[in-house]
């Protein structure tokens, strides 16, 4: 290997600097017996090394290769290899993610809280009583508008969420403008051109001129045609619109920042000149942002505080018998809901076994090293789209997932396999967006993964009506959901669905 390294070390060296960027890491922490998973290498990031390999080595490197190779120094090796392959034959077909075979990461211990050892899920007591968990969630939906006052959401639908709009419009009308098409100029009535734009993004351009036609009115469809109205555009560059937003909504920043992190390359993504997902996870900073989002603002935070009270609610009704109670948290990618429930349940200090999941081992890796001080807390690599292990059938007691289930291709299906984890006595809750907010669709819609919905979903957010009938045909009892007397309570909302 130190011959090769010799050959190729400039390539080698270069490779490096491209880890670096991608993953936030100094170059001297990138090692040459750095496995990937530990340097954060999962799908999303590989497919954006790909692309920057393929450009550095003036060759195809598929993201599969990437996630093939054990540690960085295979990983060059390949692209040496590749390199000096006469015929590009080193690819295969991009990997389908969803086939991968459950790798488990190994468990920060094998003990719940209490230091019970792990029971069988068939040595389980029942110690889900329905009326508990009935009566808690009943407590927690009574809550919903309190919760949404108390956790600065109050006058989003009013105030906020027009004015994140207002922000995306003029980022749009911008892009717009680089891409050849200035509706700030076009008289009313003026015929404008259409964008051109990579077939990829068909739905996502659909959905800008609806955006541009039914919220801002600044362009009429009529058929093929696309006419300038009389309409104003907004006054204020999207900067000033950005600046004035961070001041008058700071708890709202994580939004608005995140709406800055595609807005200004929104038209580079169009034309094909950047990629969506490397704008939104190419950079430590946007990654970043990705992760505030979840963790930490409002439109998130309510409902997660929401959930890790409901949680709670429900221990306090448990009766105590020494059994832990089994919960899975399924796309828990960063552990913005983790980072909130965790606390609450190792505070009421009663036997837990806490399985957090997801289907990067990056990610999941990542989390273990951030939660190991928990004794409670298991670590597992888990496909939603593919079928348990035997050994998770019926094992669960509790399955929380938020903002994941609707990034599948099939919600009958991913509902089905976690169906299939849950206990008799068990719930699943989900919280997911169920009403359509613009700016999610602006920042969002430029990942592929977003449209991946195979089902007859006509977007990837689904009303609560279609998630009480999916979950109802896979085979889930009683379904119901949180909901207010305000607006906001439409926007996201704790789905339970009672196994039986
Ligand atoms: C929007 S993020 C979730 C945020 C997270 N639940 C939180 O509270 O911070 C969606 C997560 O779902 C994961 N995911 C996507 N498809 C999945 C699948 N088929 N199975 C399991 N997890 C999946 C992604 O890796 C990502 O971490």
């Not at 105030?159 to 003029?170: A, F, G, N, Q, Y």
């Not at 992190?261 to 580079?268: C, D, E, F, S």
């Not at 007859?456 to 045909?473: C, D, N, S, T, Y």
Request: charged share 25%; hydrophobic share 40%; net charge negative.
């Amino acid at each position: 290997m130190s011959a090769q390294k010799a050959e190729n070390g400039d390539l080698h060296e270069k490779i490096r600097e491209i880890f670096s960027g991608i993953t936030g890491l100094d170059v001297d922490e990138v090692k040459d017996d750095s496995e990937l998973d530990e340097l954060g290498i999962d799908p999303i990031l590989a497919r954006e090394l790909a692309r920057k390999l393929s450009v550095l080595s003036g060759r195809t490197i598929q993201s599969n290769q990437i996630l093939l190779s054990g540690n960085f120094i295979d990983l060059v090796n390949h692209i040496w290899a590749v390199i000096n392959t006469r015929n590009d034959t080193a690819n295969g077909n991009e990997k389908d993610t969803s086939s991968r075979k459950q790798a488990y990461i190994e468990p920060t211990a094998d003990r719940a809280l209490t230091g019970t050892k792990h029971p069988k899920s068939s040595a389980f007591n029942d110690i889900l009583p329905t009326s508990a968990v009935q009566e808690a969630f009943r407590l927690t939906k009574n809550l919903t508008d309190d919760f949404i006052v108390d956790g600065h959401m109050g006058n989003y639908c009013c105030e906020v969420m027009p004015r994140s709009t207002e922000l995306c419009i003029e980022y749009l009308v911008e892009a717009f403008e680089q891409l050849g098409c200035n509706i700030k100029t076009a008289k009313p009535g003026e015929k404008l051109k259409p964008v051109p734009y990579l077939p990829k993004y068909e739905k996502f351009m659909q959905l800008f001129y609806e955006l541009l036609r039914e919220h801002a009115r600044l362009i009429e469809i009529n058929g093929s045609e696309i006419v300038r109205t009389a309409q104003n555009c907004p006054s204020k560059s999207a900067t000033s619109l950005l600046e004035d937003l961070i001041q008058d909504e700071p708890s709202h920043a994580p939004e608005f920042n995140l709406i800055q992190v595609t807005g200004p390359r929104l038209a580079n993504c169009l034309s094909g000149k950047e990629d969506g997902i490397g704008v939104i996870f190419g950079t430590a900073q946007g990654r970043q942002r990705v992760s505030d989002l979840y963790a930490l603002s409002p439109i998130n935070r309510v409902w997660i505080q929401q959930l890790a009270y409901f949680l709670e609610q429900l221990v306090k009704r448990m009766p105590q018998d020494g059994q832990p109670l089994r919960i899975m948290e399924l796309g828990a990618g960063t552990g913005g809901t983790t980072s909130t429930v965790v606390p609450v349940l190792a505070r009421l200090g009663v036997p837990i076994i806490y399985t957090m999941t997801d289907i990067s081992p990056s990610l999941v890796g990542a989390a273990k090293r951030k939660y190991g001080q928990y004794p409670f807390m298991q670590f597992q690599v888990i496909d939603v789209e593919s079928p348990p292990d035997p050994e998770l059938l019926r094992s669960q007691h509790v399955i929380l997932s938020t903002a994941c289930i609707h990034a599948t291709r099939s919600l009958p299906v991913s509902l089905e396999n976690i169906h299939s984890m849950l206990r008799a006595d068990g719930f699943l809750v989900l919280l997911e967006q169920t009403k359509q907010i613009p700016f999610v669709d602006f920042v969002f819609g430029l990942l592929e993964g977003w449209w991946l919905f195979k089902d007859g979903r006509r977007h990837a957010l689904a009303p609560v009506a279609h998630w009480e009938k999916i979950m109802k045909q896979v085979g889930f009892g009683h379904v119901d959901w949180t909901e207010g007397k305000r607006q906001e309570a439409e926007l996201q909302r704790l789905i339970i669905g009672y196994a039986s």
